[in-house]
């Protein structure tokens, strides 16, 4: 059995807590501006480090020193509490 999708009103819950985030159909976003783009690749860098512990990676679209963090859980086809952990995460690092 696969790892269970959060409901609608779960998603609503769990969103109260990461207001840097939003909904975008099946998955969560942030954007980041880094101070530079040194500072946005260590960014990734952590995040890459703390996604591989989670086992459970975001997809990460860099633009110079914007950054923008998308989670979902491709193997159950949206989104679960492995991306809002991760969310919090991603959140503790860039602060």
Do not use: N, Y
Not at 4 to 12: G, M
Not at 42 to 70: G, N, S, Y
Request: hydrophobic share 45%; aromatic share 4%.
């Amino acid at each position: 059995m696969g790892t269970p999708l959060l409901s609608d009103p779960e998603i609503t819950i769990a969103l109260a807590t990461l207001p840097e985030w939003s909904r975008e159909g099946a998955a969560i976003t942030r954007t980041v501006q880094a101070p530079s783009f040194p500072a946005g690749i260590e960014l990734v860098r952590k995040v890459a480090t703390a996604a591989e512990t989670a086992d459970h990676h975001p997809d990460i679209d860099i633009r110079w020193r914007t950054l923008t963090f998308t989670l979902s859980t491709h193997s159950a086809g949206g989104l679960t509490a492995a991306d809002t952990a991760l969310a919090h995460t991603i959140d503790t690092i860039v602060g």
